[in-house]
């Protein structure tokens, strides 16, 4: 019994001691990154001078350039390039829209084009306008209402939800799918009211999906303000017509690039860590938000394990993954290469929620590692970073769900987040220096925290 | 036994249909905050056609009609206002500044006078410099090396701090003692580097005071770009010269308000509490984040007990407090009040902390009441409101403390806060409709809950 104890009080204390250590650890994470500056001036140069990297683009291109010649002069063990087949789609001319109405003139209104939606020809479309809030209305009024007509989806996002990520995900059909579903119904465009929290003149745009069995209609997003002055005139003037113009176009597909940088684990060299974000954006902004941050938190991920020493004992990847936005190949071929090669991937995380104050990390997998991943949360309470949650991932690392990878994602505050996202609105300067590196830093402890003690 | 676990029982699934009930009114609260804009709007207004309402200025004057009449339409029980003799420091004309090198020739910089410091006279103050890290170095190097000279306080808030208003308070005597301690070495004027999160151009001010044993010398706060600008330079050329002009001025105290309005309590409607912010605000900005927000957001209280139909038990007060910024007279004048008139303050709560994302409330007070209040955190979790902490209050409540009174603050994110607090970005712009509205509901929520169970 009292080498029991004796052993007993020996193994507390040396827990206690390694979590004291770790504790210290984790303030060197943040004390390092809420005193550099590097990652958000990377980003600003990512935002200002490679605005418009839409999939497929030129900018795109360079942005893939610029952070490859960024990751090659932080001397990691290994910067490489991925190839990948990308869809391209061009905006062309800035969009035009207006209302004509009778009883009130002609009133200008901000729309922008969805992503991979077709243009209305050089002539645009003018037409009369239902006003719809839902596909079970749609249903409903049928085809006798709808022929020859815009339909315009004006659902918002629900402001009572919280979790404002749900009440994007409960109206995102709207964007996605309203134009391949009115088309049925002999619709001849779409107009989506721009899924945002904010009331402003920004559009907001987003991926598209046609059906290949429907024929295609031009589709746009209007900014809150203008679909609640659609809105307004169409109670007074059912009869008003809506135009817009749009000169987008659907291209061939181009090859572009996923980009990595590496650290090499000490010990298991080929268990590997993925820790990324996405390097395409809307060129409506800057891809500030969505998803600068997560490029550049990924980059700062590595660039704090070098600044403090730290040998990771697993490989350590900074992705940018291509084409999140339009039709997800990045991640694809990303988690098909690893197949081909018989990677191991141990652990990913995606940082694709914006840079608002981090409020936690979702998690998924198996559930002995969630377990024990989701019990880290004490060493970042002190951080205010105390929502450690199951259910985590991003649309580019989920493809390595196949391997039994623990899928993670960092949840910065969302309450601001729809306000920027995809709209002219998501630049550098919404994104706080403070806000960014305490992501950063909470990101890299708990990469570190997970590959020290093999969670 | 048997009737023991029967009462438990019915006791227990009592409890259980309170709690539930409760849950429901508070999700209520955060409904009704959520899809409400008027209180934005008073934001807006208060903001934009009252920007300059420092104390004793005509635009805090005007603020107190302004809010006194929004009131009024609200049809409350009672709306008045208090009598507060308040000091008179006005701003005059732009500040300018520059640094003069023979080296680097000539370098505007941003400044702004300190709060109720006086003026350099027209010609302005041209000087030698010595830059201080701190008083402890002041002491060190002496008289002999200040004598004649501007003394620049250049210690910055530590980034490393979580706690920004902990950083804030490590170097807030630099601000507003600065002067009165360099004076005594003979310095001939102060200049201090901003107490801000942010690298910019903004200065921010804020108050400082004189001793009066010690000949006052002019004061300003200079933006943390033009500090660094200032630093570099002074390492090449020690002996460049700073000037600056400021024409500032301390009239005659004037009288002006404090504006309250309430609800009567149906049960006790003598006992009062106290839901306040400050309607003074320096004039460098437009005092949206300090304090438009507390003051709206006590309003918006109000109006969301009516709204939901809630008869409180006791008496809540919405209180605009005025001259929180140079002399806290409204505070005073307000718990003196309340001696004189012999009222019960059962409990108090100061927004006075911008309206970031709401994370919590703190309290204090008798140690029974403190955490039966504390306990009330389940209820805002789902909301993301989690941090309960003993400690809080605020300056205009904090004479409260002689009867007892349980105080409380609203505790808001603060990693952006500082970034605004006092300085030219401190506009209507940068205040979140949701987030705004998250501190409204959460603290609707908090008194409501507070009253109804008598904590």
């Known amino acids: 019994m009292k080498l029991k104890l004796l052993l007993f009080v020996?193994?507390?204390?040396?827990?206690?001691?390694?979590?004291?250590?770790?504790?210290?650890?984790?303030?060197?994470?943040?004390?390092?990154?809420?005193?550099?500056?590097?990652?958000?001036?990377?980003?600003?140069?990512?935002?200002?001078e490679h605005k418009g990297r839409i999939t497929g683009s030129p900018e795109a291109e360079k942005a893939v350039e610029y952070t490859y010649n960024l990751m090659k002069?932080?001397?990691?063990?290994?910067?490489?390039?991925?190839?990948?087949?990308?869809?391209?789609?061009v905006r062309g001319e800035t969009e035009r829209a207006h209302i004509n109405s009778s009883k009130y003139g002609q009133t200008e209104v901000p729309v922008t084009a969805l992503g991979t939606s077709i243009g209305t020809g050089n002539e645009g479309l003018l037409a009369s306008v239902i006003e719809?809030?839902?596909?079970?209305?749609?249903?409903?009024?049928?085809?006798?209402?709808?022929?020859?007509?815009?339909?315009?989806?004006?659902?918002?996002?629900?402001?009572?939800?919280?979790?404002?990520?749900?009440?994007?995900g409960a109206?995102?059909?709207?964007?996605?799918?309203?134009?391949?579903r009115a088309a049925k119904y002999g619709a001849v465009g779409v107009v989506v009211r721009s899924l945002t929290t904010a009331?402003?003149?920004?559009?907001?745009?987003?991926?598209?999906?046609?059906?290949?069995?429907?024929?295609?209609?031009?589709?746009?997003?209007?900014?809150?303000?203008?679909?609640?002055?659609?809105?307004?005139?169409?109670?007074?003037?059912?009869?008003?017509?809506?135009?817009?113009?749009?000169?987008?176009?659907?291209?061939?597909?181009?090859?572009?690039?996923?980009?990595?940088?590496?650290?090499?684990?000490?010990?298991?060299?080929?268990?590997?860590?993925?820790?990324?974000?996405?390097?395409?954006?809307w060129e409506t902004g800057e891809g500030a938000h969505d998803d600068g941050v997560g490029c550049m938190q990924s980059i700062e991920v590595l660039r704090l394990f070098k600044q403090l020493g730290i040998h990771p004992k697993r490989t350590i990847r900074a992705v940018m993954f291509m084409d999140e936005e339009i039709a997800q190949s990045g991640g694809k071929v990303y988690a098909n290469e690893a197949d081909e090669k018989g990677e191991q991937h141990y652990f990913a995380l995606e940082a694709d929620r914006g840079a608002l104050v981090p409020r936690g990390f979702g998690v998924s997998g198996p559930e002995e590692r969630v377990e024990n991943i989701l019990a880290l949360k004490k060493y970042f309470e002190p951080y205010g970073i105390s929502e450690f949650k199951r259910g985590g991932g991003g649309v580019d690392i989920s493809p390595l769900q196949r391997f039994g990878t623990p899928l993670s994602s960092c949840i910065p505050d969302d309450q601001r987040y729809f306000d920027f996202h995809h709209s002219g609105s998501d630049t550098f300067e919404q994104v706080n220096f403070r806000e960014f590196q305490m992501g950063s830093a909470a990101i890299a402890s708990f990469i570190y925290l997970i590959d020290k003690y093999d969670l």
């Open 10 to 48: 020996l193994i507390a204390s040396r827990l206690t001691t390694y979590a004291q250590y770790d504790k210290g650890m984790i303030k060197q994470f943040f004390d390092a990154a809420l005193t550099d500056r590097t990652a958000y001036e990377n980003l600003r140069v990512l935002c200002k």
């Open 73 to 89: 002069e932080m001397e990691l063990d290994n910067v490489f390039k991925q190839s990948v087949q990308v869809p391209r789609w």
């Open 132 to 168: 719809l809030r839902s596909f079970a209305e749609m249903e409903k009024v049928g085809e006798a209402s709808i022929k020859g007509k815009i339909v315009f989806f004006n659902e918002p996002m629900d402001p009572t939800l919280i979790n404002t990520f749900a009440a994007y």
């Open 171 to 180: 109206v995102g059909a709207y964007r996605t799918t309203g134009a391949a």
């Open 199 to 281: 009331l402003d003149d920004y559009p907001h745009t987003g991926v598209m999906h046609y059906d290949q069995e429907v024929k295609k209609i031009p589709a746009v997003a209007i900014s809150t303000n203008g679909a609640d002055i659609l809105h307004k005139l169409l109670q007074d003037d059912p009869e008003l017509k809506f135009y817009f113009r749009t000169t987008c176009q659907n291209l061939p597909d181009v090859v572009s690039h996923n980009v990595i940088g590496e650290l090499r684990g000490s010990e298991y060299p080929d268990e590997i860590i993925t820790v990324g974000g996405h390097l395409d954006a």
